[in-house]
């Protein structure tokens, strides 16, 4: 029996241009393999996170302090306000290799 290999973990810093409150990013993730985005923000900052791609491929967004953020586990588009400041997570995984582009907003 073939075990699949645990998925290896890919982490990229999102920086916003300077004035800029939002940033569009041009991916390729491979199967076995997830991509994660770490962004500082703060509590009351309203974030739209949008993932386009095939279907095998989603979201979850991981607080600083209280793990994944509700409705926004699985997905492929989220809105709400940020509830705490700190180091935001945005893991992405797939199914299969895939193109995506992923939009932050923060305001």
Not at 38 to 60: D, H, W, Y
């Given at each position: 029996?073939?075990?699949?290999?645990?998925?290896?973990?890919?982490?990229?810093?999102?920086?916003?241009?300077?004035g800029k409150s939002s940033i569009v990013l041009k991916k390729?993730?491979?199967?076995?393999?997830?991509?994660?985005?770490?962004?500082?923000?703060?509590?009351?900052?309203?974030?739209?996170?949008?993932?386009?791609?095939?279907?095998?491929?989603?979201?979850?967004?991981?607080?600083?302090a209280s793990g994944i953020v509700e409705?926004?586990?699985?997905?492929?588009?989220?809105?709400?306000?940020?509830?705490?400041?700190?180091?935001?997570?945005?893991?992405?995984?797939?199914?299969?290799?895939?193109?995506?582009?992923?939009?932050?907003?923060?305001?």
């Open positions: 029996a073939q075990e699949r290999a645990i998925d290896k973990e890919m982490r990229f810093p999102v920086r916003f241009a300077k390729r993730i491979t199967l076995g393999t997830t991509h994660l985005y770490a962004l500082k923000a703060r509590e009351g900052q309203n974030m739209t996170v949008i993932l386009t791609t095939g279907k095998q491929t989603s979201f979850t967004i991981f607080s600083p409705g926004a586990d699985g997905e492929t588009m989220w809105r709400g306000m940020l509830n705490e400041s700190g180091e935001y997570l945005i893991s992405i995984g797939t199914d299969k290799t895939a193109n995506y582009t992923l939009e932050i907003y923060i305001k």
